[in-house]
C-alpha cells in the first residue's frame, strides 16, 4: 500500500476525532446545577429526623445515601421526619439523604400474580424479578358516589355460616373480628381458597405477624387454592414499621389494578389492629400528639380512607369490583374498644368469632347473635336465600332455650322438638377449614335440615354426611346445580328432591 493513501487515511480519521470532540464541548451544559440534598440529623427506632429538604412532600418517597429508602410522614417547620422503609443499620447521623419528587409507587399488574412480595413490590420468593407493567402510588383516592354501583352479585366464600347467614357482595367491606387464635385468619383463607374456580383475584396482606403464620398462610393458599391468582404482600413483624405501614395500602392499590380493568378482586388485611398499633408507633415516635388509647388523631381517618377504596364499580367505568376483609383482634372479646368499634363503624358489616365457642370446639367460631352483614344480602343466591331465612331464628331461640335447661331436663316435646333441632343447627354450620362448600351442596344441606332429615340422625353424623353431598347431587341433580348456580329460585318439587338426596345419604330411609 502506497505511504500518501496511509498518511490521508489517517489525517481523515484526525479530522472526523477533532470534528466529534468539538460537537460534543458545544452540547455540554456548563451550567452549574442545583442538586438539593438533606442531611440525616439524627437516626432512631426506625425514624430518621431530617434537616434541608424544605420542598418535600408529605408520604414523599426518599432515598439516603446508601441507596436506603424512606418515607416522609411528618413535615415540620424545619425539619422532616422520615420512616425507614429498609434496614437502618448503616444510616447514621449526617448522612446526605435527597426527595425523589415522588410519593410512593408500587408495582401493578399481571406480574405480580402468584408472587411473595414486600409493600415496595420486591419480591420475596426465589422467582425472578417482577415483570412489571406499570407503577401506581400506594394512596390513591377511593372512587366517588358517582363511580359506583349497587353491591349485587356475591362472593361466595365457602364457608356455610357465612354464605348462608351473612352473605358478602362483590364490593363490600367485611371485617373478620375476634381474639388472639379464635380461627380469624382461616375464614379469611377459605374465602381467599374458595376463589380456586371463579374469576376472582386475591390479595393476601400480612402485617406485622410471625414468619412462620405467615409462611403457614401461604402454603394452605398454593395446597388447596388456586396461588397463581393470588398476590401475597408481606411485612412480617421482623421489618421495618414503615414497611407495615404501607403494607394495607400498597395491597390495595396492587387490588384496584383489577378493579379498574373491570375485573373482580378480594383483598384480605390480616391485620388492622397490628396496622393501628405500628401507626400508634411512629407518630409517637415522631411526637405527633396522641388521642384515645394513644392512637393519634387520624387512625379512624387512615383506616376510613383505606377501606373506602373497596368498591362495586358503576358499568360506565367497567363494573369491576374489589371486595375487602379486613382483620381486627379483640382483647378479651372486647368489641366496644377503640379500634374495633373504629372498624366496625367504618366497614359494612362483622363476622364476630367467638373464644368461648372456639374452646367449646365449634369451628368456625362464628357469634351468630352479633355478626352481621349489611349489604351481602340482596348479592345471596336466590335458592341459598329461600332455605336459610328461619335458621338464625330458630337458632336463637336454641341457644335461649338451651341456656335454660342446662339445669335440668325438659319434658315438653315442643322444647325437645327445638333442642334436637338446634343441636343439628350447629353441626351444620360447623365446618373443618380448607373444606369449602359449593353453594348447591348447601343448599342441598340446609334443604334437608329445615325438612327435619338431619333430626334422625346424630348431630355428629353430619359432619361426614357434608362431603358426601357433592358427588351425589353431581350423579343425580345436576339440573339443579346449574338451576342453584343461575340464581334461578326452587320450587316445592325441586327442594324435595335435593331433600330426598339427602336423605338417602343418611340411611334413614323415607319418612
Ligand atoms: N374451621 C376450623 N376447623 C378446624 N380447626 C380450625 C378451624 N379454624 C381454625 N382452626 C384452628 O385454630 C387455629 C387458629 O386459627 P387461626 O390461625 O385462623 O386463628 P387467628 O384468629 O387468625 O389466630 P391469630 O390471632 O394467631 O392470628 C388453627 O391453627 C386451626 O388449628
Ligand atoms: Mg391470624
Redesign the pocket.
Known amino acids: 500500500m502506497p505511504v500518501t493513501s496511509d498518511r490521508a487515511f489517517f489525517a481523515d480519521l484526525g479530522d472526523r476525532w477533532l470534528e466529534r470532540g468539538r460537537k460534543r464541548l458545544q452540547s455540554a451544559d456548563l451550567t452549574p446545577h442545583a442538586e438539593i440534598f438533606g442531611v440525616v440529623e439524627e437516626m432512631a427506632d426506625g425514624i430518621a429526623r431530617i434537616s434541608g429538604l424544605p420542598d418535600v412532600r408529605l408520604n414523599e418517597q426518599l432515598r439516603f445515601e446508601g441507596g436506603e429508602t424512606g418515607l416522609a410522614l411528618t413535615l415540620d417547620a424545619d425539619s422532616i421526619s422520615a420512616v425507614l422503609l429498609d434496614d437502618a443499620v448503616r444510616i447514621e447521623a449526617g448522612m446526605r439523604v435527597s426527595g425523589t419528587g415522588e410519593v410512593v409507587r408500587v408495582p401493578v399488574g399481571e406480574g405480580l400474580l402468584g408472587r411473595v412480595v414486600d409493600p415496595l413490590g420486591r419480591p420475596l420468593d426465589d422467582g425472578p424479578p417482577i415483570a412489571e407493567t406499570d407503577t401506581l402510588p400506594v394512596e390513591r383516592p377511593a372512587p366517588a358516589i358517582i363511580e359506583r354501583d349497587l353491591v349485587s352479585s356475591p362472593v361466595e366464600t365457602g364457608?356455610l355460616v357465612v354464605d348462608a347467614l351473612f352473605a358478602l357482595g362483590r364490593g363490600q367491606r367485611e371485617l373478620i373480628i375476634?381474639?388472639?387464635?379464635?380461627?380469624?385468619?382461616?375464614?379469611?383463607?377459605?374465602a381467599i381458597i374458595n376463589q380456586k374456580h371463579s374469576d376472582m383475584v386475591c390479595v393476601y396482606v400480612a402485617v406485622g405477624?410471625?414468619a412462620s403464620?405467615i409462611d403457614?398462610?401461604i402454603e394452605a393458599v398454593r395446597t388447596h387454592g388456586a396461588p397463581e391468582r393470588c398476590i401475597f404482600v408481606v411485612a412480617s413483624a421482623a421489618e421495618a414499621s414503615g414497611l407495615q405501614w404501607l403494607a394495607p395500602f400498597a395491597g390495595f392499590t396492587m387490588a384496584e389494578y383489577f378493579r379498574d380493568k373491570g375485573q373482580h378482586a378480594l383483598i384480605v388485611i390480616?391485620?388492622l389492629t397490628r396496622h393501628a398499633a405500628t401507626h400508634r408507633e411512629l407518630a409517637l415516635l415522631t411526637r405527633e400528639p396522641p388521642g384515645r388509647e394513644a392512637y393519634p388523631g387520624d387512625i379512624f381517618y387512615l383506616h376510613a380512607r383505606l377501606l373506602e377504596r373497596a368498591a362495586r364499580l358503576s358499568p360506565e367505568l367497567g363494573g369491576g369490583s374489589l371486595t375487602a376483609l379486613p382483620?381486627a383482634?379483640t382483647d378479651a372479646g372486647n368489641l366496644s374498644a377503640y379500634i374495633p368499634t373504629n372498624l366496625i363503624s367504618i366497614t359494612d358489616g362483622q363476622i364476630v368469632?367467638d373464644s368461648r365457642l372456639?374452646a367449646a370446639n365449634q369451628?368456625?367460631?362464628v357469634d351468630v347473635g352479633l355478626s352481621v352483614s349489611r349489604v351481602g344480602g340482596k348479592a345471596q343466591k336466590r335458592a341459598l336465600r329461600q332455605v336459610s331465612g328461619r335458621i338464625r331464628l330458630d337458632y336463637a331461640q336454641f341457644l335461649e332455650l338451651e341456656m335454660f335447661t342446662r339445669l335440668g331436663g325438659v319434658s315438653d316435646p315442643r322444647f325437645k322438638a327445638t333442642l334436637t333441632r338446634g343441636e343439628r343447627i350447629r353441626a351444620v354450620l360447623?365446618?373443618?377449614?380448607?373444606s369449602p362448600m359449593r353453594q348447591a351442596d348447601q343448599v342441598a344441606l340446609l334443604a334437608a335440615l329445615n325438612a327435619g332429615v338431619l333430626d334422625a340422625i346424630e348431630p355428629e353424623a353430619i359432619a361426614a354426611l357434608r362431603p358426601r353431598i357433592g358427588s351425589v347431587l353431581d350423579a343425580s341433580a345436576d339440573d339443579l346445580v346449574a338451576a342453584i348456580e343461575d340464581n334461578e329460585k326452587l320450587d316445592d318439587a325441586a327442594l324435595e328432591r335435593l331433600v330426598d338426596l339427602v336423605r338417602s345419604l343418611t340411611g334413614t330411609g323415607h319418612g
Open positions: 364457608v375476634g381474639d388472639r387464635a379464635t380461627g380469624k385468619t382461616s375464614v379469611a383463607l377459605d405477624q410471625r403464620a403457614r398462610a390480616d391485620d382483620i383482634e368469632l372456639f369451628r368456625p367460631a360447623a365446618q373443618t377449614r380448607f
